[in-house]
């Protein structure tokens, strides 16, 4: 039976993993500030060690006796990196390369996310992995350091590193609260526009909803986080984690609805900040390396993030 240390696992992916570790017969431990205060999260069985990832007595004790380790601790908002530059550096690369560190006593490979976010606004779509990184965000420059460190980690200590670049993950558990709400609130736009669609509340498209974004289902990730644990390769590649399909912003709104049985109300608003226009990726890597089998479709995969939510209400 393996140990694996998930980064994060409170989270709303990390969460999904460990019920999948859990699953399988892995022991699984958590390192989380539960920042997002999800506890409830966790499945039984879990050793949860309540921290911060950037403090290094916390990842010195998290990370020992481990098989590996699951990065995925983050505060994973790219609007937070606008209104808290240096304080989501900190979780965001100072807690990465943390991570990284304190694996290097114990040879365990890891597995961190990054995300698409690296690209920026990519004139070639889809995007492939050799493109040009020009993130446009903090988030995004944060997680291209994350990548950068990874391959420090791998060719200066000998870590076995894979960065897995997330697209726009969905699911059940992804969090809709309102960043109003108190807590840190971490939520996509599939979570927020299930929920106001499904209580008959309005939505708000920032601009004119003709972005476009690849959509992949937290199902998904987890096949490729787990794939990715097996690789245990020299030269810490990265993989991008999509569906090679876009969906505009607007087209998702209409999609929901049409799930929901309700009509669609929707206000346009300025775009947000450091917004980026179509995000698209190819799974090419993805598909011939980790994940060959076809990717849930998103009609599927949003009709259960409705039914999740309609069950807890
Ligand atoms: P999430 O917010 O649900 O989970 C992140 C977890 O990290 C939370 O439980 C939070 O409490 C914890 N955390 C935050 N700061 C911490 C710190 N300093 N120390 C310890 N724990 C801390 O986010 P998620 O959607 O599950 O994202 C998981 C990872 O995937 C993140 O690294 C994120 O950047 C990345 N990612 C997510 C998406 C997406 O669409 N959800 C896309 C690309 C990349
Ligand atoms: C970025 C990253 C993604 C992940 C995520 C973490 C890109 C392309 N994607 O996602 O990989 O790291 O950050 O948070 O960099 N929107 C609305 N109305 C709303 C909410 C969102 O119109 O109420 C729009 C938003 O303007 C954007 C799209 O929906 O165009 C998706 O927004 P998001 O916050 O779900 O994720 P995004 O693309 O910023």
Redesign the pocket.
Known sequence: MALYLVTGGAGFIGSHLCDALIARGDRVRVLDDLSTDHLSNLPPGIDFLKGDIADPEAAAKATQDVDGCFHLAAI????RGVNDWTGTHKANLTGAITIFDALRRTGAPVVYAS???V??DCQTIPIDETADRSP??A??AD?LGCELHARVASHVHGIPAVGL?????YGPRQDPKSPYSGVIS?????S??CQ?IGDGAP?????D?G?T??FVHVSDVVKALLAAMALKPTDAPVFNVCTGQATS?LD??HLIADLAGKPLNHSF?P??AG??RH?LGNPARLRATLHAADPVQLRTGLAGVLAWMAASR
Not at 76 to 79: D, K, L
Not at 165 to 169: K, P
Not at 186 to 190: R, T
């Open positions: 994973a908002s790219v609007e995300s698409a976010a690209y920026g446009l965000s988030y995004g997680k670049r997330f697209f726009n993950v971490i939520s996509g736009v599939i927020i526009f106001r939505i708000a498209i920032f601009g909803g972005q974004r690849d912003v998702l709104a608003q775009p947000r917004e980026i995000s």
